[in-house]
């Protein structure tokens, strides 16, 4: 009785992994999926440049001041600094991930290579015939078979599956980070290309202006002093929330595209493992 229920229970896992294989049902949403991973990563990617880029162009603005006929140079984008290389290690990290999708989609498409797909529904048709045929039942081979045909299981889906579950754990976990980060990066882009254009200016001195002109040439840029402190607090501000959301996507990425495909295989690999000891 056990004998016929474990049977019956292979042979539904059979037949459903030979129609996976043979319809590509399952390759060709996990090509969807990945597809779909790889534009969001390269989205993210041109976002931490576009981040980068607003933020060097920050570091290279200069302020000149001259209260008093004295020459004062700042450059309140250095505050930028840290979170620059943050943003620079953000954008290694999409590279990173962006490759780790491009070797999925090539072991996607090996996986459900023709051959190699009619040849697994071949085996695993093999395997359910040593299964249920009374002469077969006797072979010496019965059960290399039906570990083979469980191996080629793993084989065949492991890489569909793991595109699969990480579109799911996506949807359910990590969307609504992805989209409030990303759109939070952009609008810090956008906050820190204004600051950029408004501390571009230069209060010039006169030498031959008058005491009056003096005093209130001194009155402007020491006002405009104060200006530049409220900037380089402004620069602070967009600084915190770019580490936020940057740190925000950097969980995103790594744990779809790399740490659940890693934690994903190793689990097959100890079950393919358990198999072939069984």
Known sequence: MKNKISNSIITVIFIIAVLLAVTGTVDNKSEAYTDETLKRTLIAFGVARGLNGV?????????????????INFTPGQVLDPINDLVERFSWIMLASSASIGIQKVLLKMSAWPIFSYLSAFLLLVSLAMLWLPKLQESKFREVFIKLAFIIIVLRFSVPFIAVASEFIYDEFLYSQYVEASEQLKETTEKIGNINRSVEREIPYKGDSSIWERAKQFYDSAAETINIEARIEQYKEAAADASKYAINLIVVFVFQTILFPIVFLAVIYSFAKSLVRF
Not at 55 to 71: F, K, R, Y
């Open 55 to 71: 933020i060097s162009m920050a570091q290279g603005t200069e302020v000149a001041l001259q209260p008093a006929g004295i020459g």
